[in-house]
């Protein structure tokens, strides 16, 4: 199975703060990774499908990116409702696998 | 408004069996699939299996083959997921997830949760 190793594991981090979360894979996963906030009682929320798409309705401060095996979920200007934990998961083959995720505290 | 709705809490003994529902609204069901996830307190979420909806062609995860079978009611726009033989460390929020596309394995929705619990 793929692996994928999320880092860190928490932060904390002020409002207005650059944020960046890495998600490196085991293997090559060629854009197959999407990226999920979840916040404690809700269901996870799409951010990022195929490493960069901005799913709808998501706000712009959200970027993805991808190199080799290496993947970052950017938020360019950490807002209240970011609070979270936050995973990666791939789909470039089954067994489907998620990341260990990261929580961004309030500093 | 697309919705998925799973069904209660439950609480069981271990050896027991529990079949988790998801009904789904505000779109075709039968042109997408399923993807079930479950996480344990304190863990990273662990995939399940996945389903289509109209064909119902299963991927079961390795470790919860023999012991998971996911379904389909089409009639009702309902997925299921049956767990069997339950142990303490099969607690955990189970949740369902709508897949963008047939092939795609990555969810766009998800069911609010089902949390069971396993205890004698």
């Known amino acids: 199975a793929i692996q994928l190793t999320q880092s860190p594991s928490s932060l904390s981090a002020s409002i207005g703060d650059r944020v960046t979360i890495s998600c490196r894979a085991s293997?090559?996963?060629?854009?197959?990774l999407v990226w999920y906030q979840h916040k404690p009682g809700e269901p996870p929320r799409l951010l990022i499908y195929?490493?960069?798409t901005l799913e709808v309705g998501v706000p712009s401060r959200f970027s993805g990116s991808e190199s080799g095996t290496d993947f970052t979920l950017t938020i360019s200007s950490l807002q209240p409702e970011d609070f979270a934990t936050y995973y990666c998961?791939?789909?470039?083959?089954?067994?489907?696998?998620f990341g260990g995720g990261t929580k961004v505290e309030s500093k | 408004q697309l919705q998925l709705v799973q069904s209660g809490a439950e609480v069981k003994k271990p050896g027991a069996s529990v079949k988790i529902s998801c009904k789904s609204s505000?779109?075709?069901?039968?042109?997408?699939?399923f993807s079930w996830v479950r996480q344990a307190p304190g863990q990273r979420p662990e995939w399940l299996g996945w389903?289509?909806?109209?064909?119902?062609?299963?991927n079961y995860s390795l470790k919860f083959k023999g012991r998971v079978s996911l379904t389909t009611d089409t009639s009702t726009s309902t997925a299921y997921m049956e767990l069997r033989s339950l142990r303490s460390d099969d607690t955990a929020v189970y949740y369902c997830?709508?897949?963008?596309?047939?092939?795609?394995?990555?969810?766009?929705?998800w069911g609010q949760g089902t949390l069971v619990t396993v205890s004698s």
């Open positions: 505000g779109y075709t069901f039968t042109s997408y699939a």
């Open positions: 195929e490493a960069s």
């Open positions: 293997q090559v996963i060629t854009g197959s």
């Open positions: 389903i289509s909806a109209k064909k119902g062609e299963t």
């Open positions: 997830g709508r897949d963008r596309a047939l092939g795609s394995a990555w969810s766009d929705y």
């Open positions: 998961q791939q789909f470039y083959n089954f067994p489907i696998t």
